[in-house]
């Protein structure tokens, strides 16, 4: 509560705003009275209606700032109109009784009256200014209500923008889990390579391998699905990449059952686990690394299975942020699954993913 | 003349830093390491005088080679990854290039490599 308040408080601007106001009407309203006492013969100096006047002026000051906290407290929730009507009403009492009462008592003390007569000189005053009291109230708060609909609709757009930002990053995040930057840099340091080597031919087909994986990724929309060919023409443009880079050491082999190939699974789906496991095989110091990849099918499900070789130093501990990433997604996607990663009887590092062929594809 | 090691479990990369080097004067033997190990037993069998170092290489990694080699071998660093900044900058190098780089910087850090290997062989002698 005591921070709702503290956010609802109007900021200096608004206070030295109310402040200067008030000031001008209580300066304009003394010196009009001060003329009609003149008109009327009455012996009163300027200052004297001045000073007189300045408790009901000054108390509006504070009044004003008080109503604005109020009807930002009152507007900052969802209410139905009729609450909003009847906070509205009771602010209204509650600051105009106050207004009254603490201006009255100023009065009497600046002027040195007798306090008995405070509840007669408040009613003989009520009856002649409860109307305008009431109307200046209501021309406050609409100026209030105005303020706080301003500032609501600054923060929603603002909201709006830090959405914004916030779908941009999540975006980028998602490109990056899709694509490793380093990767991205690694490739075309080795289509500039090839450029220098004078090798036109296959810095071109290097570059050309890249392009398709960014229109893949730029172009895909992130909650389609995609069908094994493609994912398996992807895994082939980065396993080309790869291997003009560690032409020694990686070696290929894919096949895919021909049942397989227009199956609709996850995008991008498959490639972290081939990604994975090229960074192992790359951890090999002097042994070529087979990845061997087969997609099958297997009844109402989908078998992927992928076989590389693993150093027995292998600085790549555990499994990267692109394994633990397919796990959550696969989690997320289906009821039954499997995702193995493990080391077989001969050595090698195995990877077993199996999942439901979606309805979509029966 | 100066004997260089260039260290990248990259084929395509050694080439390459061989191939710029072939446009560079006084410069002597070449060797080449594809992994952290196989380079520390070059670095102590031939004692080259710059070493072009890759970081990310099976066995170990650049950084730690770095830390096991003499200090009067000129190191530069040729690494993707700009993270590794901050690990770099634990070690003595003469210089890093993030790749892909251009012709300029290899060569501006190569000449920097060079200098202070003539500065440090006029010392001895």
Request: net charge neutral; aromatic share 10%.
């Amino acid at each position: 509560m005591k921070s709702l308040i503290q956010a609802s408080i109007p900021n200096k601007f608004f206070m030295i705003c109310a402040a200067l106001f008030w000031f001008a009407v209580h300066t304009i309203y003394a010196h009009l009275q001060f003329r009609a006492f003149e008109e009327s013969e009455k012996t009163q100096g300027w200052l004297i209606s001045w000073y007189e006047l300045s408790p009901w002026f000054t108390t509006y000051i504070f009044l004003t700032i008080a109503l604005y906290t109020l009807t930002k407290i009152i507007e900052g929730k969802d209410r139905f109109v009729g609450q909003r009507i009847v906070l509205h009403f009771l602010a209204m009492v509650i600051l105009l009784v106050a207004y009254w009462i603490i201006s009255t008592a100023i009065f009497f003390t600046i002027t040195s009256r007798d306090f008995t007569t405070f509840h007669s000189f408040i009613y003989t005053m009520l009856s002649g200014t409860i109307q305008l009291d009431l109307l200046i109230y209501l021309g406050l708060l609409s100026l209030c209500l105005s303020l706080c609909f301003h500032d609501k609709r600054i923060q929603e757009k603002l909201d709006f923008k830090n959405l914004q930002t916030a779908l941009l990053d999540e975006q980028l995040k998602t490109l990056r889990t899709q694509l490793n930057p380093h990767f991205l840099f690694n490739a075309l340091n080795t289509a500039v390579s090839l450029i220098r080597l004078k090798r036109d031919d296959e810095a071109v087909q290097a570059l050309a391998e890249l392009s398709s994986m960014l229109r893949k990724i730029l172009e895909h929309k992130n909650d389609a699905g995609s069908k094994v060919k493609e994912e398996i023409a992807f895994i082939k443009n980065y396993l080309c990449i790869q291997q003009m880079r560690f032409s020694d050491k990686l070696d290929v082999n894919i096949s895919v059952a021909e049942n397989c190939l227009e199956l609709e699974i996850p995008n991008m789906l498959l490639h972290p686990l081939v990604e994975n496991a090229v960074q192992h095989g790359s951890q090999l110091e002097s042994n070529r690394n087979l990845v061997d990849l087969s997609v099958s099918r297997e009844g109402n499900q989908l078998l992927v299975k992928l076989t590389n070789k693993v150093a027995e130093n292998d600085q790549h501990k555990g499994f990267g942020i692109g394994v633990s990433n397919t796990r959550d997604r696969l989690a997320k996607l289906y009821k039954d699954y499997r995702l193995d990663l493990c080391t077989n009887r001969e050595g090698f590092f195995e990877t077993t993913l199996a999942i439901p062929i979606s309805v979509a594809n029966v | 003349m100066f004997d260089i090691l260039i260290v990248d479990d990259e084929q395509l990369a050694r080439e390459t830093i061989k191939y710029l080097l072939t446009q560079c004067d006084g410069i002597g033997r070449v060797f080449e390491a594809n992994n952290g190990k196989s380079a520390l037993q070059i670095a102590k069998q031939y004692q080259p005088k710059i070493v072009m170092l890759d970081i990310e290489m099976p066995n170990i990694n650049g950084i730690e080679v770095a830390k096991r080699l003499p200090d009067d071998i000129s190191i530069i660093f040729i690494t993707a990854f700009s993270h590794f900044e901050e690990p770099m900058s634990t070690v003595k190098c003469t210089g890093y290039l993030l790749k892909p780089f251009k012709d300029a910087e290899f060569y501006q850090c190569f000449e920097k490599a060079r200098a202070i290997q003539s500065k440090l062989s006029q010392q001895v002698t």
